[in-house]
């Protein structure tokens, strides 16, 4: 996404009204039927939960969406022909292994081909055709997969330029990746803006907002301390959370049960965030508060910190940490938030006696 474009609220809100204000400067990515379409688009609209923006079409393939078959993103006036026929015959068969000399072969100039995907899509066809193979080469490898194997079957004959490529692509060399769970990422929206959860298919490794400053630094620690890699997709833990989630904003949950996967933060850190966790809804407790109960006092700093490490918001309740004054002081997803999340649920534990005699 484009630092000078509007919030993903905007952005849906031109989507709803098929507003031509951005055209060619962001696509709408369809989580559903996995297409992107123009904010022009004429099909029927998307739930806002279902939608992601992105500032380029190389960006919407590279995150495994196709281009809409009704307001066809990828045609614009001067496109050369060459860009639509290439892209569907990739479709058809995404594993072939296309080469230089294939599309030779097929009567294709090289340097009519490089040059208009490069204006296009901003990559060449043979990045995009390489990009998705590799894809699935890293998949075979996190399923226990010999290398060799998956060398081959993405079209490298070197292990080294296989070994290259994969590194830039999954941020690791393959032989760290073999028989380790891939982890993988999604986005939904919530009351306060999307939130990315990381999860591999039982538990929740990350759940932070999406424009949380320190969020790329968490991604980078969380691949080097699990030693695995981030991919886009969904996995049931995933899907577990988002429906906790929108329960909990809608005032119909308190205690989340999707478990956690916590190995990432130290001894101290868990017992800092377990500590969080049993705070009641509606109530708060000062730094020092926590500290005391723990019997060391001295440890007030200490606290802070564990509780800046947290990357698993919400859920783990930082915001329920305040200053012995009673001030909000720092949370990592803004004050704004923390305020709003404080005031939240003290209506949920003021409408605890309604919701129970419901029950």
Request: hydrophobic letters at 40%; charged letters at 25%.
């Amino acid at each position: 996404m484009l630092f000078d474009l509007p919030d993903d609220d905007a952005l849906y809100d031109a989507l709803i009204a098929r507003s031509s204000d951005y055209e060619g400067l962001v696509y709408a990515c369809v989580k559903t039927t996995g297409v992107f379409c123009r904010l022009t688009c004429p099909a029927r609209k998307p739930k806002r939960e279902n939608t992601l923006f992105c500032g380029s079409i190389s960006a919407c393939m590279q995150s495994g969406f196709r281009p809409c078959q009704r307001c066809r993103p990828l045609e614009q006036a001067g496109r050369e022909p060459v860009v639509d026929d290439l892209l569907k015959a990739l479709d058809r068969d995404p594993s072939a292994r296309w080469t230089e000399e294939r599309l030779a072969d097929l009567g294709y100039d090289l340097s009519t081909v490089r040059r208009a995907f490069k204006r296009a899509l901003g990559m060449t066809f043979l990045d995009i055709a390489r990009y998705r193979r590799l894809g699935q080469a890293a998949k075979q490898i996190a399923d226990g997969g010999r290398i060799i194997d998956a060398q081959l079957n993405a079209g490298y004959e070197s292990a080294s330029s296989f070994r290259a490529a994969f590194h830039r692509m999954i941020g690791m060399a393959p032989a760290i990746v073999q028989n380790r769970e891939l982890l993988f990422a999604d986005i939904f929206d919530t009351p306060l803006g999307p939130m990315i959860a990381v999860a591999d298919q039982t538990h929740v490794h990350l759940l932070e907002f999406h424009d949380r400053k320190a969020l790329p630094k968490e991604l980078e620690s969380l691949q080097r301390k699990t030693r695995s890699t981030v991919a886009a997709g969904r996995t049931p833990a995933i899907e577990r959370i988002e429906a906790e989630m929108k329960a909990y904003f809608a005032g119909r949950l308190r205690e989340f049960e999707t478990p956690l996967a916590l190995a990432f933060g130290t001894a101290f850190e868990r017992e800092i965030w377990s500590r969080l966790m049993r705070i009641p809804v509606g109530e708060t407790r000062a730094y020092g508060d926590i500290a005391r109960d723990m019997d060391n006092p001295q440890v007030v700093r200490a606290v802070g910190r564990a509780n800046g490490a947290n990357q698993i918001a919400v859920v783990i309740p930082c915001h329920r940490l305040i200053g012995a004054d009673g001030s909000l002081t720092g949370y990592g997803g803004g004050l704004w938030r923390k305020q709003w999340l404080l005031k939240h649920e003290a209506e949920m534990r003021a409408a605890r006696p309604e919701m129970e005699e419901a029950s």
